[in-house]
């Protein structure tokens, strides 16, 4: 049976704990929506109850430029405003000191600082900076292997709580191999919850939206197989629209248009399976909602070569229709990882899907991902607030893992989740 080697399995007394949480919450410094770190809140006290002292790393945004390879330590992408939090909340915790860095990233951790820093009896836990700040993380050169022994020799065990980070990177691949490596509470807990995804309670209605076409491609073409309905928005929609109707929309990539096309065609093998918003807004700006300058659209009145402007949302009649409407209402399990609109001035597609979702109050509603949450939060912050304690909803700390997870039938392919199985 696949099980995960659990923390609560091991002595932490008077050891040092490197743990790899995801903390990937900074928007241009800022932490708009803390829920991932909160999430990883009991994992944090438990080792510290336990005796043992942390070192703390997560990534943060995106900062190599894929082109060039290089790296910017720039604030926006800076651990700083998660250590605040942290201290904020009770933690004993200090940021690391950042070592010099190249134009490709930092090149090495200063063990010995940091070891020697959480001798410190006022200290708990130590913040590494972001992992993508090093040359290593990404690499897959000897730079990967570097970092991760590097970041080995900081602790005597390794922790794994970022469920959100499914991507192999240096910082949660190389330290489970090198040091006794376990799940942490939050890591459990997910991929426990994944069961409810991957085996859901039937009519399961999956909705999902994003900016390409072609990372998706694969969990949607497993959706249409697992999912009884599946909804897309997003530039995904508009990407398929192209492709089911002909029709050229502004901003929807060759590429995209390509996958879509390709996801049209294996949909036409599940008749019915793909619920498409019919109303959608149209708009000459990508800046803002002007008035006069947008306008919605019935997508069944589209006719081949069309050109369209802008499509930056579903317009919220398109939940209204009754079919929809006995959709969602006879749903026993609703899958989110969705932002509709082009926020933060298209929001109505996000707000309309959210209430309608909330008006099913038996079905198990699981949604997953950064944006997805913190735009929820944002836009419906008091819906949000009921869900937080309300046992029907689940709030999965990574989306793409989820998507990963759906792709791959199971969580256990996952190389981060893989090298912490028994
Ligand atoms: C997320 O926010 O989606 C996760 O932290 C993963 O981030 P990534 O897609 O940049 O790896
Ligand atoms: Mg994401």
């Not at 570097?146 to 991507?167: C, H, P, R, T, Y």
Request: glycine share 8%; aromatic share 8%.
């Amino acid at each position: 049976m696949n099980e995960l080697k659990k923390i609560q399995n091991v002595e932490l007394k008077g050891k040092t704990v490197l743990i790899r949480v995801d903390h990937n919450v900074v928007k241009k410094g800022r932490i708009i929506d803390p829920y991932r770190i909160d999430a990883s809140l009991p994992t944090i006290s438990y080792i510290i109850e336990q005796g043992a002292k942390l070192v703390l790393m997560s990534h943060i945004g995106r900062p190599k430029d894929k082109k060039t390879g290089k790296i910017e330590l720039a604030d926006n992408t800076s651990a700083a405003p998660i250590v605040e939090y942290l201290k904020a909340k009770g933690v004993r915790i200090e940021a690391a000191v950042i070592p010099a860095a190249g134009e490709y990233g930092i090149e090495h951790l200063d063990v010995q600082k940091i070891t020697s820093s959480l001798n410190n009896a006022d200290l708990d836990a130590v913040y590494l900076p972001n992992t993508r700040w090093f040359k290593g993380e990404e690499a897959k050169d000897e730079n990967k292997e570097i970092f991760g022994k590097e970041l080995s020799m900081l602790a005597d065990i390794f922790v794994n709580d970022a469920f959100g980070s499914w991507q192999p990177h240096a910082s949660t691949i190389i330290p489970a191999q090198l040091l006794p490596a376990y799940a942490g509470l939050l890591m459990q807990k997910e991929v426990e919850h994944l069961d409810a995804v991957l085996n859901p309670r039937r009519p399961f209605v999956a909705i999902v939206a994003g900016s390409k076409f072609d990372t998706k491609i694969e969990p949607l073409s497993a959706l249409l197989q697992s999912a009884d309905h599946l909804i897309l928005g997003g530039v995904i929609y508009n990407a398929y629209l192209c492709a089911r109707y002909g029709v050229q929309i502004e901003g929807v990539s060759e590429q995209d248009r390509q996958s879509a096309q390709k996801f049209v065609q294996l949909a036409e093998k599940y008749p019915g399976k793909v619920i498409e918003p019919r109303f959608i807004i149209e708009s000459d700006s990508l800046e803002g909602r002007f008035e006069g300058k947008f306008r919605t659209l019935d997508i069944s009145t589209l006719t081949k070569g069309d050109k369209l402007n802008y499509i930056l949302d579903v317009a919220k009649a398109s939940f209204q229709e009754k079919r929809v409407q006995q959709i969602f209402s006879g749903a026993g399990t609703f899958f989110i990882n969705a932002v509709m609109g082009l926020t933060p001035h298209f929001t109505e597609g996000t707000i309309a899907l959210d209430k309608q979702i909330a008006a099913n109050q038996e079905a198990v509603k699981l949604f997953g991902g950064g944006d997805t949450l913190q735009e929820f939060n944002t836009l419906l912050p008091e819906f949000y607030q009921q869900a937080l304690l309300d046992n029907s909803y689940y709030f999965f700390t990574g989306g793409g893992t989820i998507l990963k997870a759906i792709s791959e039938g199971s969580a256990w392919g996952l190389e981060p989740v893989k090298a912490l199985m028994l």
